[in-house]
């Protein structure tokens, strides 16, 4: 994919540097020229040095021919300007990091098809490190309302040893959740779950849950088993 990206700084940066890792196109615009200058020494990415918010300089970054555009500049202001041009330049996707949430509506008004909320994302995060620490989230789905996220099971845990089947039927296991991956390290095995697949200590397991149910579920699969 073609793939433009306004905003250099860390969240930009970081982007940038996945988005070659998969093998995207991928141009960067940013206003800091040293920015610029780093991030192309480091990666090779196309950097332009500009404003997102000028015609001539998306033009210059071949937006036109972009599948998609990221606006991940600090200023909510600049990034509705620079949704707007993209869109008016035929931008197939546009995906927009807001920080303030008073310009959603604007957002949802210029046709943004992704709007990311930055604080959202942290206190999710944050909410999840406090209240689950033996969960780790990969990603956060349905506006917050459920998560995919994984647990390993511990070495003498009463799941080891039982089946998908078992555990999804157990009555202190929540029906809102699944079993969407396991991975075995000892195997180096990833595999998608099936009934009678067998949970053994060590495995990492991927489950979907809705939100207020992680801690339930990471507590049930964690918990040891009977002496």
């Not at 093998?23 to 480091?42: F, G």
């Not at 296991?173 to 998608?192: D, G, M, N, R, T």
């Amino acid at each position: 994919m073609y793939i433009v990206v306004a905003g250099g700084g860390m969240v930009g940066g970081r982007l940038v540097r996945r988005l070659l890792e998969k093998r995207h196109d991928v141009v960067m615009i940013e206003t800091d020229r040293e920015i610029c200058n780093k991030l192309y020494a480091e990666t090779g990415v196309v950097a332009v040095n500009g404003k997102a918010t000028r015609i001539d300089v998306l033009k210059e970054a071949g937006v036109e021919k972009a599948d998609a555009m990221v606006i991940a500049t600090p200023d909510d202001a600049d990034n509705l300007a620079s949704a707007i041009l993209a869109k008016s330049l035929g931008v197939p996707r546009v995906i927009v990091r807001m920080r303030n949430p008073d310009y959603e509506k604007a957002y949802k008004v210029a046709g943004v098809h992704k709007i990311v909320r930055v604080t959202d994302l942290m206190v999710n995060q944050m909410m999840m490190e406090i209240e689950n620490p033996k969960v780790r989230r990969i990603t956060t789905i349905g506006g917050g309302r459920a998560n995919i996220f994984m647990v390993i099971v511990p070495k003498g845990g009463q799941v080891a040893g039982q089946t998908v089947k078992e555990i999804a039927g157990n009555e202190s296991f929540p029906a809102q959740c699944v079993f969407i991956a396991i991975y075995s390290e000892e195997k180096s095995e990833l595999c998608i779950p099936r009934g009678e697949q067998v949970i053994q200590e060590g495995d990492e397991l991927f489950l979907i849950s809705t939100a207020e149910n992680i801690r339930k579920v990471a507590d049930f699969l964690t918990a040891p088993g009977s002496a």
